[in-house]
Every structure is written in C-alpha cells, then in structure tokens.
C-alpha cells in the first residue's frame, strides 16, 4: 500500500463517521455480511439451549427501522433453519439464499417507520470458516464443545446464532433470554438481570442496554461457578469459571476491578454498567476476545495474567464502546489495547514503559511493518494492527506529552462514547485536544505511509543491529495465547 490509499479512503467516505448511524454500510471487507437497507434499533433473542445435544432452539425479536421505503429486506444468518417469520405480527414470506434470511413482508416498510420482526428458528449451530485466515481452518461464532457452548464472532460470526444485520456500524441494545437445563450457567452480555426457574429448568436473562455491535455479542453456556464483586468505585465485576477451576486463576480475573478504577482516572469513566470475565475450557479456543462487558479468556491462558486481563479491559472503551466504522481501522481497538496493556504492567516505571515501547518499534522497524490501517481482510489480526497501531499512539504520546496525549485519549473515548469512529476522528480529536497541527502528520504517516517513521524527540534511535525479538504483547491470532492451535500462518 502506498501513501496515496489516504487519499482513496477519503474519496470513498464513510457515512457512519462519529455518528450511532443508521447501518447503511457493508464493509468492504466482508462484502457479504451487512445490509445496507435497514437499521436495528433492539435485538430479544430467546435460545433454549441443550448442551448435550449441542442445539439450540431461538426466537429473535428485531426492532428496526427502515430509512427508506422496503419491499424486502434480508437479515444474515448462518445454517440454522427457519421456522417462522412475522413483520409487526404478521407472517412474513422468506427464502433462503446463501447466508442471508430474505425477508418479503406482506405490506412494504415505510420510509423511518419502526418495525418489529420475529424470526423463529433452530437446529445445532454450525461455525463459520474464519475469512481472515483463508486456510487456516479456524471458524467463528457458536461453538459446543464437551456439553457446553460459547461464542467468539470477531469478525462476522454473529449469524451462527442470531439473524443479524453483521456489519460494525449496526450498533444496538440486546437482550438475551437463555434457558438452560438446571445445573447449568447462562452467561451473555451485560448484566444479569433475572434468573428463573421455567418447566424443570432455568433461564437467565441478560441486558445489554448500550450499544453494541454484533460481533461482540457473546452466549456462554457451562456449568459455572460465579464469583461476583465490585471495583472499588462500585461497577460490579462478575466472574464466570467453569468448575475446578483453581481459586488463583478467579483472583487474576478479579484484578479487572482496580484496572478498571484506575483506567477510568487516564480515559473516563468505564462505559457499561458492568464488567465480567469468563473462562472457556476448549484447548481449541487459543486468543481471548473483549465480548462487551463481558470478556472471554481461553483456559489455556489460565492463570490469566494482567496483559490479559488490562488487553481486554481496555477494549471495553476502545473497540467496544467507540468501535470503528471500518475494519481497516482495527489499530484504533488493537492500538489502544496494546498500548493500554503496556502502560498498565509499567504504570508505576516510566523508564520500563518506554523500554517496552521502544522494544515495539524496534520489532516494527525490524519488519519493516506496513501502515497501521490496513487493506484486506488477511492482515486484520496482523502485527501491523497491534504493533504498528500501539507505536503510533507511543509516537504521539512523545511528541505532544503524558498530560495532552491522555486528554485526547480521554476525549475520544467519552465524546464517541456507543459510537463508530474512523482514523480520521482520531487524527481531528488528537489535532484538537492538542493545539498541535503537526500531530496530522505524524498520525498520518503512522497509520498510512508505508515507510515506518522515525519516533519524535529524544526516542530517535538508530536502527537496532542483529535480530529483534518479538515483544510479548497479547495481540492478536500471532501473539501470547495463541500458542496452541494457532494458524499455520503465525509460523
Ligand atoms: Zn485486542
């Protein structure tokens, strides 16, 4: 990629910029997910689970708009069968036609009108072939595994449970109604408002009441042992392990809650009324994934230590709570973490923080890494997204300051809170909450040029002779965790 892709990116535009916009984008990345006609507003989504048998049974209650007149409109949703569809009530005509659900209600969407749809379906869920790791065998979504079952989507792996508009800029509030044998857990997003006994077994109904986009909607279903406390500033930190999981192993989880506190004093307050983690025991789950206020860690990064554990606690506002608009903006999310992750382990040794930073623009420099923003799907995960993306948020710290970098920080989590934001945003926040135009430069190199910068001031450094080894952040499919099971392509 050369420099002039900016220049591209800016032709193209982006509609949902800054904005909670009406998803009428379907990324370029994954042209086959998305619908660029309707807009969910509220995703019910009922699931009787039987871990056993590895099915599901579900009903989603969708509540939409349409910004336009519709005739018809489609939902994504992978393999399972439908049953039923009604729109406002009434039943609906519906086809299949790949993994789009084409829905032809019996009167036309009017222009803005809110809709409801209801889609019955079922059957046992089928994972979807990763397209970031073309392959490499790797799936997404709805997993059973060994009578339990949980989901990791990132990027497009929503509709292996769920019909869903899956594109990132489709932002929506969620409930999850899980019914499960007695015995069993039902863990999701958000908070747990209810758990009742129905017909000899147990349903758990969640609430994820800011937005979220549809890959970081999670279910988890085990046999749970739940520890739930509180950050010292009061959100309430729930814990989910499967059973004989070792009490050192819950305490390195916990240790979100002071993170959490102590993030909020750098970036704002936490964006979501709570914070969980949850352990899936499947050595075939080899990365952890910031799943809305609701983290999921691999066992086999038990005991989860605190790169983990802060990776993903950053994520809640960086990737989460501001996601991006596009996935070539993935630095944004991966960046942050990465750079969030570092400072947390070094909080209290400045000079062992700019070590560790420096060791990452070394690597980066030693690979001759390409621009942070990234152009196909296959680099997605890639270091350029958390190495490069965390070295240009260093490079900007050293050049404006601690005090004006964390303020931008700051800015761009709380001023996009529950929105979509792109490269541009960050670079118009950073210029604007630092009074310093050469900021755009230096951000525009670092996420677009090809050539990897020079880091400003007193970190300019000659180039490092003899082999760089690669800084042990958690990032992405190549990095810590993904040492069992990873793709072939992390070598
Ligand atoms: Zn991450």
């Keep these: 990629m050369t420099s002039n892709f900016r220049h591209l990116l800016a032709a193209t535009g982006i509609a949902a910029a800054g904005t909670t916009s009406p998803a009428l984008a379907i990324d370029p990345f994954f042209p086959d997910f998305g619908n660029d006609g309707i807009n969910v507003l509220h995703y019910d989504i009922s699931l009787d689970v039987e871990p056993a048998a590895g099915t599901i049974s579900g009903k989603a209650a969708i509540t939409l708009r349409a910004p336009r007149t519709l005739d018809r409109f489609a939902l994504d949703l992978h393999a399972l069968p439908v049953s039923e569809v009604l729109v406002n009530g009434t039943a609906a005509d519906f086809s299949r036609k790949g993994d789009k659900l084409e829905i032809t209600p019996a009167k036309s969407l009017l222009s803005g ?44 792996g929503a509709s292996t449970f769920f019909p869903a508009n899956d594109e990132p800029t489709d932002k929506a509030t969620y409930r999850f109604k899980i019914t499960v044998p007695e015995g069993y857990t039902a863990v999701a997003n958000g908070t747990l408002v209810a758990q009742t006994p129905v017909d000899g077994k147990r349903r758990f109904i969640w609430s994820m009441t800011e937005p979220m986009t549809t890959w970081l909607a999670t279910v988890h279903v085990n046999k749970f042992t739940a520890d739930l406390r509180h950050a010292p500033d009061g959100t309430p930190i729930s814990l989910y392990v499967p059973e004989g999981t070792p009490q050192s192993h819950i305490d390195g989880l916990a240790k979100a809650g002071p993170m959490l506190t102590y993030f909020e004093t750098l970036i704002g307050r936490y964006p979501f009324r709570s914070y969980g983690s949850v352990i899936v025991k499947d050595p075939k789950l080899y990365y952890a994934l910031e799943t809305q206020a609701m983290s999921t860690f691999p066992e086999d990064a038990s005991p989860p230590d605190e790169a983990f554990v802060s990776h993903e606690l950053a994520h809640q506002w960086f990737g989460n709570s501001v996601s991006v608009a596009k996935w070539e903006d993935l630095w944004i999310a991966e960046g942050a973490a990465t750079f969030f992750e570092t400072w947390w382990q070094h909080r209290k040794d400045r000079a062992a923080f700019d070590q560790a930073m420096l060791d990452i623009y070394d690597y980066v420099v030693a690979q001759n890494l390409g621009p942070a923003v990234v152009d196909r799907p296959e680099d997605l995960f890639s270091d350029r997204t958390y190495y490069r993306g965390g070295a240009a948020l260093y490079a900007l710290q050293l050049q404006i300051g601690d005090s004006s970098f964390f303020n931008i920080m700051k800015h761009f989590a709380q001023d996009n809170r529950g929105r979509n934001v792109t490269s541009e945003d960050f670079i ?20 677009y040029d090809d050539a990897v910068p020079a880091l400003p001031g007193k970190a300019k450094r000659t180039a490092r002779t003899g082999p760089v080894p690669r800084p042990d952040i958690v990032g992405g499919r190549c990095g810590r965790g993904s040492h069992r099971g990873a793709p072939a392509a992390c070598g």
């Design 428 to 447: 118009a926040t950073a210029v604007r909450f630092s009074g310093d135009g050469s900021v755009r430069t230096l951000l525009e190199s670092w996420l």
């Design 113 to 156: 009108e809110k809709v409801n749809v209801t889609v019955a379906y079922g059957g046992v869920p089928d994972p979807l072939a990763d397209p970031t790791a073309p392959g490499d065998n790797l799936f997404l979504g709805w997993f059973n595994h060994r009578k339990s079952a949980y989901v990791v989507s990132e990027p497009v």
